[in-house]
């Protein structure tokens, strides 16, 4: 049998786009001979959808696009996820289901068992978990069908009690195929393999994996849909973040040499950063981005990230330097805007903030100089490059990182702005490491950037070590706490000073109100904050 | 046997004050020679504790005060809501569990079976449902304990297979108890009555029902803690809005005549609005609050809102003519000033206004004013008010309303800046009704503020309704969709014009990106805009 591996990237909710992708997979399937091609997870949605599954009237659009597909799979099968009715009263609505069509009309559905509900994930919000187990038999392949977590709790600490494949492999399938929707982080690609690896040896089964490619606001998926023979080795590996229609016959899955794709964090973590620019933008139908170029590291990585995602003709960078700022931030700034060609504009803020200084002298009467008018210079930059974004169209990029957003660095509705975070799940340390593979073989981002010490630059002499700990002790109590969810107590007793962590600690929970206003952040670890982290703004620990 | 009902105001994560709470409540009860006290669900941690349940830290904690509590129940029995941890290594990690206390230690444990995960409620995301069921037996009394949602499988469409007390029930037991964190909104007084009431008459058992009461960031919990006899008569009714300590016999539960205490529509929101900005301020530790005036009807009532919450003398209003401004503006926002005693400033914007558009001249050369210009005065009144907070330690109010959230009339980091939104879950025309409650014995808000048509004032001339339907053809659109989920066919063909309704969703639904940066929104709706409400950014859907 001839299966081919449908690699692509949906658009939440543009149901024309995604249909009219399949059916055009279907065609090209069709010539090639093939007898079943395999979408990923709720394909014809996208996904998440998010809430609006709740509309049942969006639900009859997912059906009315699945029995449109359908119509299309004569002479061929297809596997397409979607969402689909419940037919019991009790439970939830709705299953996340694997419709297999052929013969021109809806064959069988099966319905996903274990409904990831953690991090960024809500599955159980919207559908009913399956409970019945039924291979499916289609040109004398037995089919184990399964849908993304269905094959996760194959682990030390499982999530679920019930674990799908040990019901299905009572029924002697010979092959096992997932679709999937499994975004990405710079750990996935890794934990992936194994989990299916462990599923190929545990069941003695090859298993085919199609995954989505694209990004879909914060979560990007990448793609790295795979083939894995009965001894757990990948014999055939797509793209990551390109799509592609792979083909594959079941007799060569036993036969094929084993090969191994790898990917360097940072070579993925930029390609990840680019796509999910490059899709934000593309999908909102928007052309254009701005941003604010401060000399600084953080902003010199987004530009190069939006140049490449959005062509530097549509990025535009403005430098808005203020009485406290330092020479070498514009003519930094000036050599990284000149190495990429991308189009600048230079528009000094002192104006601008004397003048609301002076508008609040009677207010404030003689109180000295402090965070306030700091805050006042962020949010003069940022109401310029609002209002460029306003009069021209550009969405604004902002261009904090993880580490500032961690501990409040930052002005609300001053350098927060902007409709898309791209570095905001990158740790300042990281943000280095990328800076530097961006320059692995020639200086794009000047040398002065990354070597200096990092600075807002928004009272005379600042750096950023006045107010915070130096980075390298930071960054590693973050990770401890956010990505690991460790205490105080453990961090504590695994080296760091008691005094620091509890500051850090203490930063992170205060500042839960500014993040709850952040633009999205796209996604790039296992633990970012947004939508997969969800915390009380009103709450005491470690406070 | 003497039962107290312990409905009090917890703070997540404040385990000193929730702890010392349960003390003081225990010690009053034996004083009174009570026999068992009963706590709400989760009230070691406050509800809802969110991903602090995915520290080991935070549960070993509550672990600590459970134990700590355990000591004191010498003579007396309590029941209190706490995270556990889950023995089986499949399944989830914890438990949401009701820990019976009796003789100074844990005596047994009930966890949680149905554990709602939609709206704002993300349970499955951190326990593992209940599958065993055991009444309690203490004192002669045969308690079927349940946590809130085991009553609520009790409907014409279950949103679960299982129903906790048809098993309990087969243990013949002679009382339900149910611990509870149930929320408010406008309709869960009749919701939640009505429920308790079918368990009630089901089961032919009396009912005692201990919920929550205070804010927790957009929940607002409105006690209402009750009792019912087995016919489903309410007999005893805890306050609302109010922390109460209160007893009853079991022995007299079925013959004390039936109380019915309703509420008014805009008295319990009113409430809720009040209680909702108290508990941000107290339990962050803030007592001040500002905002800007515009002369409109929004602010109007956040400002009546926010002095009964925190008292006249800590708010601060503060009006910011521009020369678009009409002259009754600020008339109007003086008089209601005046008639709550609160102190205001007069900060015209013009000049700043001025600056910008100076400073904008060379990049946006002759191009017409248009929404930027607009756009711009209100980020010019959002920058001197955020700076009025981080001089002085204020929290400022955000005054947006539900419609204009919806259709994203308002500016980002303009007029949509603040710590807390108020009436971002009011309609505009609830905005009105509840204005006209607050003036229902003395004109308190201005009448010309009530009567004088809806006008952002941002350029000459300007109408709400020359950008937006009339808001009695808005808002009844929005409720449909939003509150009940309809799509455009059903919106339409309940009798609304096609193009407007067409137009209205368009706007929700592109406005999405302006709603992931609002400030918590107080909840008092069945679907409040916020952590109930979860919709994709970057989707196409009715666009």
Same mark, same amino acid.
């Given at each position: 049998?001839?299966? $081919?591996?449908?690699?692509?990237?949906?658009?939440?909710?543009?149901?024309?786009?995604?249909?009219?992708?399949?059916?055009?997979?279907?065609?090209?399937?069709?010539?090639?001979?093939?007898?079943?091609?395999?979408?990923?997870?709720?394909?014809?949605?996208?996904?998440?959808?998010?809430?609006?599954?709740?509309?049942?009237?969006?639900?009859?659009?997912?059906?009315?696009?699945?029995?449109?597909?359908?119509?299309?799979?004569?002479?061929?099968?297809?596997?397409?996820?979607?969402?689909?009715?419940?037919?019991?009263?009790?439970?939830?609505?709705?299953?996340? /289901?694997?419709?297999?069509?052929?013969?021109?009309?809806?064959?069988?559905?099966?319905?996903?068992?274990? #409904?990831?509900?953690?991090?960024?994930?809500? @599955?159980?919000?919207?559908?009913?978990?399956?409970?019945? =187990?039924?291979?499916?038999? !289609?040109?004398?392949?037995?089919?184990?069908?399964?849908?993304?977590?269905?094959?996760?709790?194959?682990?030390?600490?499982?999530?679920?009690?019930?674990?799908?494949?040990? @019901?299905?492999?009572?029924?002697?399938?010979?092959?096992?195929?997932?679709?999937?929707?499994?975004?990405? /982080?710079?750990?996935?690609?890794?934990?992936?393999?194994?989990?299916?690896?462990?599923?190929?040896?545990?069941?003695?089964?090859?298993?085919?994996?199609?995954?989505?490619?694209?990004?879909?606001?914060?979560?990007?998926?990448?793609?790295?849909?795979?083939?894995?023979?009965?001894?757990?080795?990948?014999?055939?590996?797509?793209?990551?973040?390109?799509?592609?229609?792979? =083909?594959?016959?079941?007799?060569?899955?036993?036969?094929?040499?084993?090969?191994?794709?790898?990917?360097?964090? !940072?070579?993925?973590?930029?390609?990840?950063?680019?796509?999910?620019?490059?899709?934000?933008?593309?999908?909102?139908?928007?052309?254009?981005?701005?941003?604010?170029?401060?000399?600084?590291?953080?902003?010199?990585?987004? #530009?190069?990230?939006?140049?490449? $995602? #959005?062509?530097? @003709?549509?990025?535009?960078?403005?430098?808005?330097?203020?009485? =406290?700022?330092?020479?070498?931030?514009?003519?930094?700034?000036?050599?990284?805007?000149? %190495?990429?060609?991308?189009?600048?504009?230079?528009?000094?803020?002192?104006?601008?903030?004397?003048?609301?200084?002076?508008?609040?002298?009677?207010?404030?009467? %003689?109180?000295?100089?402090?965070?306030?008018?700091?805050?006042?210079?962020?949010?003069?930059?940022?109401?310029?490059?609002?209002?460029?974004?306003?009069?021209?169209?550009?969405?604004?990029?902002?261009? /904090?990182?993880? /580490?500032?957003?961690?501990?409040?660095?930052?002005?609300?509705?001053?350098?927060?702005?902007?409709?898309?975070?791209?570095?905001?799940?990158?740790?300042?340390?990281?943000?280095?490491?990328?800076?530097?593979?961006?320059?692995?073989?020639?200086?794009?981002?000047?040398?002065?950037? #990354?070597?200096?010490?990092?600075?807002?630059?928004?009272?005379?002499?600042?750096?950023?070590?006045?107010?915070?700990?130096?980075?390298?002790?930071?960054?590693?109590?973050?990770?401890?706490?956010?990505?690991?969810?460790?205490?105080?107590? @453990?961090?504590?007793?695994?080296?760091?000073? $008691?005094?620091?962590?509890?500051?850090?600690?203490?930063?992170?929970?205060?500042?839960?109100?500014?993040?709850?206003?952040?633009?999205?952040?796209?996604?790039?670890?296992?633990?970012?904050?947004?939508?997969?982290?969800?915390?009380?703004?009103? $709450?005491? !620990?470690?406070?």
């Amino acid at each position: 049998m001839k299966i $081919a591996l449908a690699q692509l990237n949906f658009h939440t909710g543009n149901f024309a786009l995604n249909t009219g992708k399949i059916i055009s997979c279907l065609e090209k399937a069709k010539k090639e001979d093939a007898d079943l091609v395999v979408f990923p997870e709720l394909c014809i949605s996208g996904y998440p959808p998010r809430d609006f599954l709740e509309f049942s009237d969006f639900i009859r659009l997912c059906q009315e696009q699945v029995d449109h597909i359908a119509t299309f799979c004569n002479g061929i099968a297809a596997i397409i996820g979607a969402p689909s009715v419940n037919p019991q009263v009790e439970g939830k609505d709705l299953f996340n /289901s694997a419709f297999f069509l052929y013969d021109k009309k809806v064959h069988s559905i099966r319905n996903k068992t274990l #409904l990831p509900t953690y991090d960024v994930f809500d @599955e159980y919000r919207y559908f009913e978990p399956n409970r019945n =187990f039924e291979i499916i038999t !289609y040109k004398n392949t037995r089919i184990a069908l399964t849908i993304c977590e269905d094959l996760w709790n194959i682990n030390h600490n499982p999530l679920y009690i019930t674990t799908p494949m040990d @019901e299905l492999i009572k029924q002697q399938p010979n092959l096992i195929i997932n679709i999937a929707a499994s975004p990405f /982080s710079h750990q996935q690609l890794t934990n992936r393999t194994r989990v299916l690896q462990n599923n190929a040896r545990q069941y003695q089964l090859p298993v085919i994996y199609v995954n989505h490619v694209g990004a879909q606001t914060e979560l990007i998926f990448d793609g790295g849909s795979m083939v894995l023979n009965s001894k757990g080795e990948t014999v055939k590996q797509l793209n990551y973040f390109k799509e592609e229609l792979s =083909f594959i016959t079941t007799a060569e899955i036993d036969s094929l040499p084993a090969e191994i794709k790898t990917q360097d964090k !940072y070579a993925s973590i930029y390609k990840a950063l680019v796509l999910g620019t490059h899709d934000y933008f593309d999908k909102l139908g928007f052309k254009q981005a701005i941003l604010g170029l401060s000399g600084g590291i953080d902003s010199a990585l987004v #530009l190069c990230i939006a140049a490449e $995602a #959005l062509g530097k @003709e549509n990025v535009r960078a403005v430098l808005m330097p203020s009485q =406290f700022s330092s020479d070498h931030s514009v003519s930094d700034s000036l050599k990284l805007v000149k %190495n990429l060609g991308v189009k600048h504009d230079i528009i000094p803020i002192e104006k601008a903030f004397n003048q609301f200084r002076e508008l609040l002298e009677p207010v404030f009467e %003689n109180r000295p100089f402090d965070l306030t008018e700091e805050n006042m210079q962020a949010r003069c930059r940022g109401l310029i490059l609002m209002s460029m974004s306003n009069k021209f169209g550009y969405i604004l990029l902002n261009t /904090s990182n993880k /580490s500032e957003l961690a501990v409040g660095y930052g002005t609300l509705y001053g350098d927060m702005c902007g409709g898309l975070s791209v570095i905001g799940d990158l740790y300042k340390t990281e943000v280095f490491d990328l800076c530097h593979y961006i320059n692995r073989t020639a200086e794009i981002i000047p040398d002065d950037i #990354l070597t200096k010490a990092p600075s807002a630059e928004l009272r005379p002499d600042q750096k950023d070590s006045d107010s915070l700990p130096e980075y390298d002790v930071l960054d590693p109590v973050l990770y401890a706490y956010i990505e690991e969810c460790k205490g105080p107590k @453990e961090i504590i007793a695994a080296g760091q000073e $008691a005094k620091v962590v509890e500051r850090i600690l203490r930063l992170v929970n205060l500042n839960e109100y500014k993040r709850h206003q952040t633009p999205p952040i796209l996604r790039i670890s296992p633990k970012a904050f947004g939508m997969g982290r969800r915390m009380p703004i009103v $709450a005491k !620990y470690l406070i």
